[in-house]
């Protein structure tokens, strides 16, 4: 790929970004006024029902009302970000972030970039040392996102890209662990699929 190809790819990106951050600021505008018009209803409703029921000493009733509006507003969100679109649930941010940046770094220079370390073999430990640990539980998350042995690469591929995730851990159906896949094996395999398609 040429620098000029890269550069308008990248023009591109950024483009779509600017798009995507319009039409987020349009779908703004409209939650806000949807939210300002349920408000109204809801203040009316309620109103009506506080009215009938000064006459009918029965104020609990508003009170019940309102909450039950509140939840149901609430819960019709929660059912849609759940089911319809999860990624609504985050800030967005890893997900722009990997729309602009995903292919900028080339393959020799995403390999070259991992630390080099010494093989084991050239370290002098004593068996005293040998036997020494270090507990790394305080700096580990305790609840990582995880995949089965069997889910495809896309799938895969399709997390990280979603999720900004840098490890993922893999699980066999015993929910034991089996390995690790990272962002270099990702990597890899985007790059031959696109030399493939080439």
Not at 111 to 131: A, C, H, K, T
């Amino acid at each position: 790929m040429s620098s000029t190809d890269w550069k308008w790819i990248q023009f591109q990106r950024w483009v779509v970004c600017m798009l995507i951050g319009i039409m987020t600021g349009l779908v703004a505008v409209v939650i806000n006024i949807c939210i300002l018009e349920l408000t109204e209803v809801k203040m009316r409703v309620v109103e009506q029902a506080i009215i009938r029921c000064v006459k009918d000493s029965c104020l609990y009733i508003p009170l019940l009302l309102w909450i039950a509006i509140n939840i149901s507003l609430v819960t019709v969100a929660s059912l849609l970000t759940v089911f319809i679109a999860p990624v609504a649930a985050g800030s967005g941010i890893p997900q722009i972030k990997c729309f602009l940046n995903g292919e900028r770094i080339a393959l020799s220079v995403f390999r070259d970039s991992y630390p080099r370390y010494f093989p084991l073999s050239l370290i002098n430990v004593s068996e005293g040392e040998q036997q020494c640990h270090v507990d790394l539980r305080p700096f580990l998350n305790p609840s990582p996102y995880t995949v089965y042995e069997n889910a495809t690469l896309p799938r895969i591929f399709r997390l990280f890209r979603a999720l900004g995730l840098r490890h993922l851990v893999v699980l066999d159906d015993d929910y034991k662990v089996v390995g690790m896949v990272s962002r270099k094996d990702i990597w890899k395999w985007e790059h031959t699929e696109k030399v493939h398609d080439d």
